[in-house]
């Protein structure tokens, strides 16, 4: 869906929130996946950004995606914060090879 979004619209420049780096930066650190906001990896910020675009998929694609489900939208909103439990919670809980 998101590439359907940005293969039909004709290609501009990027603006870029520069604040929004720092958001990144301190939700990594609040995750525990950094030791300072200051020096975040590529990878947790990567990570980051996979949750957020997960969560922004199910709340911008409910029109699409709940008639492909066929159910209404109180369902639709328990099986997605179920399957965002399912898929998101052991990906940050899991314990870390060392």
């Known amino acids: 869906m998101i590439l ?4 039909n619209k004709t290609r501009h420049g990027v603006t870029l929130d520069i604040g929004m780096s720092q958001y990144i930066s301190n939700i990594a650190f609040a995750m525990g996946l ?20 997960t969560v922004l998929n199910f709340i911008s694609g409910e029109n699409f995606f709940r008639p492909l489900l066929d159910t209404d939208r109180e369902e639709y909103i328990r099986v997605v914060k179920e399957t965002l439990k ?8 899991a314990e870390k090879d060392s």
């Open 34 to 53: 950094s030791e300072n906001r200051e020096t975040v990896s590529t990878e947790a910020k990567a990570r980051i950004l996979a949750v957020w675009n």
């Open 86 to 93: 399912f898929i998101l919670v052991p990906a940050f809980t």
């Open 4 to 7: 359907f979004g940005y293969f």
